[in-house]
């Protein structure tokens, strides 16, 4: 067999094998768990307007199918809660915004952060808005990130810390 026959022999195979070596651990890699109490720290945030005044804990449940979010928030004296669930395969599920308006969200995981969308109706008649929620831990995952955008308005950033 000669160098080319020898090449064109061991190529595919190479390549298969180079193919799954690089994705071994990102297939291997499971996502992040956000399970756990969290308490929003508005001196870590970032354009938080109103909601800086906002005193939130946050309790997450997290299952490979699902996150969920139970929110309890005070803000001017009033208390309200609020439970959001994402489904983690990525189907839409309708859920309430923190204004009280119902929105559609889909939730995907990109690398270690989950990125929800929200597609909700606007105030205008017939028209719906979206905002794109982007969730992460710090390494040490004591602070979970939410990043939220909408158009071209400047992201809004809540900071989360971990309770024990």
């Known amino acids: 067999m000669n160098r080319r026959q020898l090449f064109l022999t061991a190529a595919p195979a190479l390549a298969l094998v ?3 070596a690089g994705l071994g651990p990102a297939l291997a890699a499971d996502p992040p768990s956000f399970a756990g109490t969290w308490v929003l720290n508005t001196k870590k945030g970032e354009n938080l307007g109103m909601m800086s005044a906002v005193k939130e804990t ?3 449940t997290q299952t490979p199918q699902q996150l969920k979010i139970e929110s309890a928030a005070k803000f001017m004296g009033t208390t309200s809660e609020r439970t959001v669930t994402y489904d983690l395969a990525g189907e839409t599920v309708n859920n309430e915004g923190p204004m009280g308006s119902r929105g559609d969200t889909v939730a995907k995981w990109d690398g270690t952060k989950l990125v929800v969308t929200w597609t909700e109706p606007s105030a ?6 979206q905002k794109v929620e982007s969730r ?3 390494a040490d995952g004591k602070t979970m990130s939410v990043t ?3 158009g071209t308005k400047p992201p809004m950033v809540m900071v989360y ?3 024990k």
């Open 136 to 138: 992460e831990l710090s």
């Open 58 to 60: 946050t309790k997450i």
């Open 148 to 150: 939220t955008t909408r």
């Open 124 to 129: 205008i008649p017939g028209s719906k808005i």
């Open 161 to 163: 810390e971990r309770q």
């Open 18 to 20: 180079l193919l799954f």
